[in-house]
Each structure stands twice: as C-alpha cells, then as structure tokens.
C-alpha cells in the first residue's frame, strides 16, 4: 500500500524523496493519476477537493501539510474511519508569533507615521504609549494562540487569551464563553485571531463582534481569512471606529486585484506568510505516524472531526 502526493500548491516533488528516504520501500505517488484507487492507504495534501477522499477505498490516514484542516474536512463524503492528522510545528508557532509582534508593535510604536514624516523630511516627534498600557486579545490559545500571547507579554503587552475549554496559560488572563468573548473584545486595543477555522468560528470577527473593540482598535488575523467579515472590518475601518488591520489570510486567496482591501488606508495586507510548516517538517511527523498506524499504536496529531480542528 502506498502514499499519494496532492501537496499543490507545494509540488509534490519537494515531499516525494524525503518521504521515500523516511520510508524506504514504500511507494510513494506524485499524482492520483499514477496509481489504482485501491493501492492508496495515505494521503498527504495541503487541500482536498470534496468527493477526493471516497474514491481511495483502502485510504486510512489523512495528513495535512498545514496545521488547519478545514480544506480537507469540508467533505460531506469523508468517511468517518479516515483519521485526519494535522501538521504541528513550534517554528510555525513560533513564525505566527513573530508576524503578529512586527504587526502590533509596529502600530503601537506608529510606524507608517514616522515613515511618512521621513518621507517629508519632517523631524517631528511623537510620544509612544506607556509600555504595559496596551492590552493585547488573542483568539485561542492552541499551539499558535500560547507562543503569540507568550511573546506579546514579553513584549510588554496586557495579554488576554480566550478559547473553547478553560485554560492556564502563564502571564495570560484567560477567559471562555461567550461572556469571556465579550469582556476580552472590549478590553482589546489589539486583537488577534488565531482561531481554527469551523462552523462556529466563521464569521465570528463581524461588525457586532468589531464593535466591541475599544475605538482606536488595531486587528491581526493570521488565521483564515472565513474569520472576519471584509466588508463589515471596512465599514468599521472607515468610520474610524478602527485604527487599521494586518490581514496575513483574506477570504478569497489569492486576493482578487480589483478587491477594496488592497487599497484601504490602515489596513497591511500579506499573503499569507505568517509561517508555512516545511516539507521535512510534515514528512517527519507523517512518517511517524505511519510507523504507529503499521504498528497499530494511536496516532499524533489527530483533529477531531466533530469540532473541526
Ligand atoms: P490549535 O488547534 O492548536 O488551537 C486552536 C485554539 O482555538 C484552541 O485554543 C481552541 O480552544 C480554540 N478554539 C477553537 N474553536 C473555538 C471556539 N469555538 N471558541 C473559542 N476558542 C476556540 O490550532 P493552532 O494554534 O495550531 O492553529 C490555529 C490556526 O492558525 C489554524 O487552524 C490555521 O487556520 C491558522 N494558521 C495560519 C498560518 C498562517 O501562515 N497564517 C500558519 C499556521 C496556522 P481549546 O484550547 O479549548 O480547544
Ligand atoms: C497552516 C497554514 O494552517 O499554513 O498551517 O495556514
């Protein structure tokens, strides 16, 4: 039995040798075309188109090369014994974390201001806020949520945390629930969304859920870009009830050229490079986890499918 490559847009070349040296004799397949339906055991791909999966009748495992997998469980046709491992990776974390820090201090310490007095030749100064003045919001607190609140507190930032389950996490203030939503959006001069992306957490940054946000409010969503409304985040943009967002992940990816996101004062768009987990990173942890299925030990990475992550 055999793995079947669908890592577009990473070519499935960058996987192939390093899975054929994590797995030796094991045969590995750069496109579906290449091999019978009945030989294909495990799957790794970045997205899988629905109705992919029900045509591997042998398939066991899933892995995803990202960390969320709402690409490739949104497929009514899953079958429910395929398990769905998702890629873990502290310097993805670690990456997120970075982003956000450069998004957040570079607002807090008004950067584009300054650029553009340079741009004037103008040597004006102005006062930064008072370090430990600004409270910082993050949405969940999984692998990404925990390292990004870890380095905001060393950044100086008041870190709020809010997740599904309770949680402890060290120099955070942790809240859940709807009531913790709301407390931690209304104390949150910075927000960051770090959520997965599922049926209860689309559309959860809307004009009610932005609102919230104390005026002046800076957003940074690195999570999917299904998490916040574009049209309400402009709307609130425009009113000047917000300062300005870093959009790292936008609904439609790649972001259209006529889309208004490109052009809206305040708002930095990136395309999507918070942090992508790396081939050897993904082979390493598939291939592990091929040795537990082989040797019918429980698996790592596991997502449930009932939750969505
Ligand atoms: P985890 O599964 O480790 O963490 C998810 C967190 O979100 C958990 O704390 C979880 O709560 C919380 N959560 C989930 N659903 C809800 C809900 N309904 N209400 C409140 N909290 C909720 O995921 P990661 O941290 O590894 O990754 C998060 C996301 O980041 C990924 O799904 C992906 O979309 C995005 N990402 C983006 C990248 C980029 O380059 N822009 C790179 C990597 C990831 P609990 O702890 O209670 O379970
Ligand atoms: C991920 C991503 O989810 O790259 O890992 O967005």
């Known amino acids: 039995l055999s793995v079947l490559l669908l890592t577009m847009p990473q070519p499935p070349a960058l996987f192939a040798d390093l899975l054929r040296a994590a797995l030796p004799g094991v045969p590995v397949w750069e496109a579906a075309e290449q091999v019978a339906p009945e030989a294909v055991e495990a799957i790794i791909a970045w997205r899988l188109k629905p109705g992919t999966a029900g045509r591997f009748p042998n398939l066991r495992l899933i892995c995803a090369t990202a960390a969320g997998v709402e690409k490739i469980i949104d497929d009514p046709a899953l079958p429910p014994a395929v398990a769905v ?21 570079r607002h807090i310490r008004a950067l584009p201001l300054f650029e553009a007095q340079q741009r004037d030749g103008a040597w004006t100064r102005h006062r930064p806020p008072d370090p430990y003045s600004i409270t910082a919001g993050v ?15 060393a950044a100086g930032f008041n870190v709020i945390g809010w997740s599904r389950t ?7 203030e ?16 910075v927000l960051v969304c770090t959520l997965p992306l599922t049926a209860e957490t689309r559309g959860i940054l809307d004009r009610r859920a932005l609102r919230r946000l104390p005026q002046g409010a800076y957003v940074i969503n690195v999570a999917r870009g299904g998490h916040l409304v574009e049209a ?28 208004p996101l490109w052009r809206q004062p305040g708002l ?42």
């Open 232 to 259: 309400d985040l402009l709307e609130l943009l425009a009113a000047g009830h917000l300062a300005g967002a870093a959009l790292d992940v936008q609904e439609t990816e790649p972001l259209p050229p006529d889309s």
């Open 166 to 172: 309770s949680k402890s996490v060290r120099d955070v």
């Open 268 to 309: 930095t768009i990136t395309p999507h490079i918070a942090a992508q987990a790396s081939a050897a990173s993904v082979v390493t942890q598939f291939a592990a986890n091929w040795r537990r299925l082989r040797a019918g030990q429980p698996l790592h990475n596991i997502i449930e499918r009932s939750r969505g992550y």
């Open 174 to 189: 942790t809240v859940e629930g709807a009531e913790g939503l709301a407390s931690c959006l209304a104390r949150s001069s």
């Open 139 to 153: 949405l969940g607190l999984g692998e990404a949520g925990r390292t990004v609140a870890a380095l905001l507190h």
């Open 85 to 105: 491992m998702r890629t873990v990776d502290p310097l993805v974390n670690l990456g997120m974390a970075q982003y956000v820090l450069l998004m957040a201090l």
